[in-house]
């Protein structure tokens, strides 16, 4: 694969940069949605956070890079008690691209061709949900996306398993992935539905202001003409990020959420009508993490303001009387229920 | 030189810069139909291409296997052995993909073509097959669409250049000036182009001027700018090729004229670094006007055109997207793939698709379900399961509902209530034919009814107009509002609403149901501008004897076309408000 540019680089874009480092730090915050502009650098951010996220331990050999010390999450194959003790070594966190015409067979995963054709056995041949587990499946163009493949990624994206039965064979495997979907919803938008089973969502911007879009130019066509340089320029910053992950992620259950937090969190959700608990959940997850980023000890309102548009704009009703963005409409909210 | 020389002498330049860079710089988008042009532009494109670099066509349906790749069939089975089948967008690595009639390309097509371009490797996840094959190419899109109709815009966003060969006369097509050679010998030079800061903010600073809001366009700017520079033998961007960039680049994404020069003095003096000296700021502002200056002059006539008329239908032609509004159905509509599924009820079995699934697993089915030769023939039956049951999905153009809304208010008169009701009749007897939707709000007193809800029933809908009364209050407002939430509702459907409000436009009853034309009125307008920004589709037929201020007034504000019909009868009424949701 090509270099990616770094992530410590990219200029603006802090929403995006800070969602997809919730999610890294914890990946049950159940996916991040980026809808923006042409030309904004979605996919940039997200082929960045690949190089970006520290290696994790995996048991050799396993096709879903299983976590030799957490048996309750493992395949079938790892959990026999026959096994012993395998083997680990370290694998980059999987951030697998899905991409469009994909057909369900290598999604999912199926029969192994080549071997069915050689010798006619059956064997299964995993998918890409499987080479996802653990790390993240990244879908380009999400709203062109098939609804039947949507609906069954976030399915199994909830579930945390992916249940494959074929040709007589029935395969159960681990799937914890994060979903990742860009668009650009001139290109048509995604069903209500499915918006509000993403996590986080996101609107990129293209940066208006001049001194930032020179910089995100300039710093762009640096990284053409020697990747492997200016890469090497921005490691030591990278690796900070690495670091703060890291870091994250050994904090995160430590993090105290206080009882008055949470009615905060429940009251905006009301103000804002949003439907069912799951944007509730999502801004206190969301907020937690954000915390154990900052390497705060508890959760303070600053984490719950700068997370809410993230969790909740995508949660809305549209209000045909109501023209203002859902960014406009959160921010209301926030300041509705954060009067002194 | 006059102007369609200066047009031609830009083409060719944009000709023999992609054949230099082509990974670099996309490709070329050209407007206008085949023709002279057109040939000779493609004949001088090749010339410049090294010979060793293939050009090959990119049909317009084509398929997605025929495009990413897949299981050669034939090969498969014959080897035993999975064979892999490149796709077009493999097979053209290193070359150029010639896209002819890049408008009526797919919208899955250019997701595909722009996540190659991108990466520059095509990803295939297939029939059971999973590569990763590097590919780089550049894609000349032959773009002959007619008026709005156009290639996707984020195709057009990565190809550098836009030409438009359309206006040009036999005469502007003077000799090409560069050839395979001198192309050659550029690109020998082009990685060790340097180009100065300075440039790049121009660069950058004449695409905000221009309204260009992608940072792909300054992007591509700067690399066009390299490219003119190596192909003219420089070690480093001169002024000039950041003109020629600007021109060739910029200008054609055009979206707004940059303001008046005063004004552009102020508003670049904001953002420049503290750390820049003053000397530089002076130096700096008279290239960035120079460069400003030569790309507005090459912004082509048409576009002009569009970012002068674009006042009023701006935000419309921003959102509503074409090709967001077809919708996949089960059965009808133009074959757009197959997918995986059941044989539930409308779903039509693509027995070929079918059985190419079902072919490579033969061997393996029969051996576990033992011998299952027919004995009577001594011929193997093939081994078809549920899963390999492949449906072919359909696309038809989302079906259209159109809402009534009426005012059956004092004001407007019995007699022309009547009028309004033939009217219907006859549009809905037209909907029926074409199977669209209609759906029927009639307001008159205190509130708004929605007398039928979208239906397709004739029967239905005469029944419910014939029993509309008259008289009473115009709640204008309240029937903007229930006309706006329905029509968001059919739209979130994913159909395409059109509303149709025939009014005097004489609002007297506000929201809360009180008197007073003041308010009444206020609020109307409110509620239309409201309307207007959803961005739906409305005709609004003033049907008060003499044609109303208030009424116009109020469909500037809904963005609505706008039909005045006193004395109309209901068939001219009927005609008049087909003519115009034809139209849009």
């Not at chain 2, 195709?155 to 040009?168: N, P, Q, T, V």
């Not at chain 2, 029937?479 to 968001?488: E, S």
Request: charged share 25%; aromatic share 4%.
């Amino acid at each position: 694969m090509a270099t990616a540019f770094p992530f410590s680089a990219i200029v603006g874009q802090d929403e995006m940069k800070l969602a997809l480092m919730i999610a890294a730090v914890d990946p049950k915050i159940g996916g991040v949605l980026a809808f923006g502009d042409r030309g904004s650098g979605k996919s940039t951010a997200v082929r960045a956070l690949a190089a970006l996220l520290p290696k994790m331990n995996a048991v050799a050999g396993c096709p879903y890079q299983c976590d030799p010390d957490d048996k309750a999450a493992q395949c079938a194959e790892c959990r026999k008690p026959s096994k012993g003790k395998a083997k680990a070594h370290q694998v980059p966190v999987p951030v697998v691209d899905l991409p469009l015409g994909a057909t369900e067979d290598r999604v999912v995963g199926a029969l192994n061709l080549e071997r069915a054709l050689a010798h006619g056995e059956k064997s299964f041949e995993p998918g890409l949900l499987a080479r996802a587990n653990r790390g993240f499946l990244y879908i380009d163009e999400v709203n062109l996306l098939e609804d039947h493949l949507v609906d069954l990624l976030l399915d199994v994206a909830a579930s945390g398993e992916n249940v494959v039965e074929r040709d007589g064979l029935s395969i159960r495997h681990p799937a914890r992935i994060v979903l990742v979907g860009t668009g650009n919803p001139e290109e048509g938008e995604l069903r209500p539905q499915l918006l509000d089973r993403f996590g986080l969502s996101i609107e990129v911007k293209t940066p208006e202001d001049l001194p930032t879009r020179v910089e995100v130019v300039k710093r762009r066509d640096a990284f053409e003409n020697d990747p492997a340089g200016f890469v090497a320029e921005w490691a030591k910053e990278d690796a900070k990020q690495r670091k703060r992950i890291t870091a994250a992620r050994e904090r995160l259950g430590s993090v105290a959420v206080a009882d008055a937090l949470l009615t905060k969190a429940a009251q905006l959700c009301m103000t804002l009508g949003t439907d069912g608990l799951r944007g509730e959940l999502t801004l206190v997850r969301g907020a937690r993490a954000l915390a154990a980023i900052e390497g705060a000890k508890a959760v303070g309102e600053a984490h719950l303001k700068r997370v809410a548009p993230l969790a909740l704009r995508h949660r809305l009703r549209r209000n045909p009387l109501d023209d203002s963005g859902s960014t406009v409409r959160v921010e209301r909210a926030l300041a509705e229920c954060f009067a002194p | 030189m006059n102007e369609g020389a200066a047009i031609w002498s830009d083409a060719i330049l944009a000709a023999a810069l992609t054949a230099l860079y082509p990974v670099g710089l996309g490709g070329v988008r050209v407007r206008g139909g085949a023709g002279p042009a057109r040939d000779r532009w493609l004949e001088v494109f090749r010339n410049c291409l090294p010979v060793t670099m293939s050009i090959r066509k990119l049909p317009p349906a084509i398929s997605d296997g025929g495009l990413l790749g897949g299981i050669d069939l034939t090969a498969t089975l014959q080897s035993g052995r999975p064979i892999v089948e490149r796709g077009l967008l493999a097979e053209i690595d290193g070359g150029v993909l010639l896209a002819v009639m890049a408008e009526r390309l797919e919208a899955s097509t250019i997701a595909h073509l722009n996540a190659v371009l991108d990466a520059h490797e095509v990803i295939v996840e297939r029939d059971g097959l999973s590569l990763r094959l590097p590919s780089a190419f550049a894609v000349i899109a032959l773009d002959e669409g007619i008026d709005d109709e156009e290639a996707a815009w984020s195709l057009r966003d990565r190809l550098a250049f836009s030409i438009e060969l359309g206006g040009l006369s036999q005469a502007d097509l003077t000799a090409a000036s560069y050839d395979a050679e001198d192309v050659q010998a550029a690109r020998g030079k082009l990685p060790e182009v340097t180009i100065g800061d300075e440039f790049v903010e121009t660069l950058c600073v004449t695409a905000v001027s221009l309204g260009i809001t992608s940072l792909r366009a300054p992007l591509l700017a700067v690399r066009a700018a390299r490219a003119v520079a190596a192909l003219a033998g420089e070690a480093a961007v001169r002024r000039e090729d950041v003109e020629a960039a600007a021109r060739l680049v910029l200008a054609p994404r055009a979206t707004m004229l940059p303001a008046p020069a005063e004004q552009q003095d102020t508003q670049q003096q904001e953002p420049d670094d503290s750390a820049q000296s003053d000397r530089d700021r002076e130096d700096h502002t008279p290239l960035d006007e120079v460069i400003l200056e030569a790309a507005q002059a090459a912004i082509p006539p048409d576009i002009l055109k569009q970012i002068q008329d674009q006042t009023l239908n701006r935000r419309r032609s921003a959102t509503s997207g074409k090709q967001g509004m077809t919708r996949n159905d089960p059965r009808r509509g133009r074959p757009i793939g197959v997918r995986r599924g059941e044989l539930r009820a409308g779903a039509r079995l693509n027995v070929l698709e079918t059985l190419r699934v079902a072919a490579p697993w033969q061997p393996l089915r029969r051996k576990a379900k033992g011998a299952s030769t027919d004995a009577a023939t001594g011929r193997s039956r093939l081994l078809i399961e549920k899963d390999d049951f492949r449906i072919t999905r359909f696309r038809q153009r989302s079906a259209t509902s159109t809402i009534f809304v009426v005012d059956a208010s004092g004001s407007s008169a019995l007699q022309r209530l009547a009028e309004v009701k033939g009217a219907v009749e006859l549009m809905l007897a037209d909907c029926y034919i074409r199977r669209d939707e209609v759906a029927l709000i009639a307001f008159r007193g205190t509130s708004a009814e929605l007398l039928l809800p979208p239906t397709r029933s004739l029967t239905r809908a005469k029944r419910s107009l014939a029993a509309l009364p008259g008289g009473g209050g115009t709640p204008l407002s309240k029937a903007i509002d229930a006309a706006a939430k329905l029509a968001l509702a059919i739209r979130s459907k994913g159909q395409s609403p059109t509303i149709v409000l025939m009014t005097d436009g004489r609002a007297n009853v506000s929201r809360d149901g009180q008197g007073g034309r003041a308010v009444a009125e206020a609020e109307a307008h409110e509620a239309a501008r409201q309307l207007g920004a959803t961005g739906i589709q409305v005709v609004l037929v003033d049907t008060s004897p003499r044609p109303q201020a208030s009424a116009e007034k109020l469909a500037i504000a809904m963005h609505a076309r706008y039909v005045a019909l006193p004395y109309a009868d209901a068939a001219r009424l009927s005609r008049a408000v087909q003519a115009h949701v034809a139209a849009g």
